[in-house]
């Protein structure tokens, strides 16, 4: 199983075959830990965002633009910002900002 963290989900990220899916909040600690024991697969395509979860985790996450295929080898660990537009050049959440990690999967 490949883990691999991206920052948004998308419809283009599944095939036309028909897929199932759950969706299950987790804690910063839980996608630490997935990063520690499985190593997480950077998919965050814009580099203040990547150094935003950066801080946020603990851990370098690089900024690396590649499109997504969900299937059944792949979970995904979605953080969905949520707050104001980041500003340029930002590596910390703003004041007010959030970041909810999601892990997607095949059910």
Known sequence: ???ILTNA???NMLSHQGH???FRPVNVEAVQNLNRNHGLVSAVGHADTAAVLSSVLGF???CN???VELDRDHSLVVAQYRG??????ATELPAGATIEFWQVYHI
């Open 20 to 22: 199932d899916l759950a």
């Open 9 to 11: 989900f998308s419809i």
């Open 84 to 89: 104001p537009r980041l500003p340029e050049g």
């Open 60 to 62: 370098d996450v690089p």
């Open 65 to 67: 633009r590649v499109n």
């Open 1 to 3: 199983m490949e883990f």
